[in-house]
Nanobody, 124 residues
Framework: QVQLRESGGGSVQAGGSLRLSCARS????????MGWFRQGPGQERKCVAA???????SYIDSVKGRFTISKDGAKNLLYLQMDSLKPEDTGMYYC??????????????????WGRGTQVTVSS
């Protein structure tokens, strides 16, 4: 069974940076497509950045140029570098994995593997 564990969340002031990490375990399969989802206060969980098994990345418009998704396949790690953070970036951030493509902007309703999330709070 695939297990995902996020780390790296915290509280920062607007304009600051954070790097989230997601460690994957429980499977030797190397072809997962992965994404970072955000659920803000009173909002639905939504994919803000995705990376496919071939390394192709995608982002929602509001984070383009500020967030960078990457992965270390050898270590089964997924990252989200978040720069120039804004208060509207506040939310719980979840790592997710699927055997089919993960789309930025999607709600991930059919994605089978999720972490428990890490909280990011950006103050103005």
């Amino acid at each position: 069974q695939v297990q995902l564990r996020e780390s790296g969340g915290g509280s920062v002031q607007a304009g600051g940076s954070l790097r989230l990490s997601c460690a994957r375990s429980g499977s030797t399969y190397s072809g997962y497509h992965m994404g970072w989802f955000r659920q803000g206060p009173g909002q639905e969980r939504k994919c803000v950045a995705a990376i496919q098994s071939d390394g192709t990345t995608s982002y929602i418009d509001s984070v383009k140029g500020r967030f960078t998704i990457s992965k270390d396949g050898a270590k089964n790690l997924l990252y989200l570098q978040m720069d120039s953070l804004k208060p509207e970036d506040t939310g719980m951030y979840y790592c997710a994995a699927d055997i089919v493509s993960v789309d930025a902007g999607s709600f991930g309703l059919s994605i089978p593997y999720w972490g428990r999330g890490t909280q990011v709070t950006v103050s103005s």
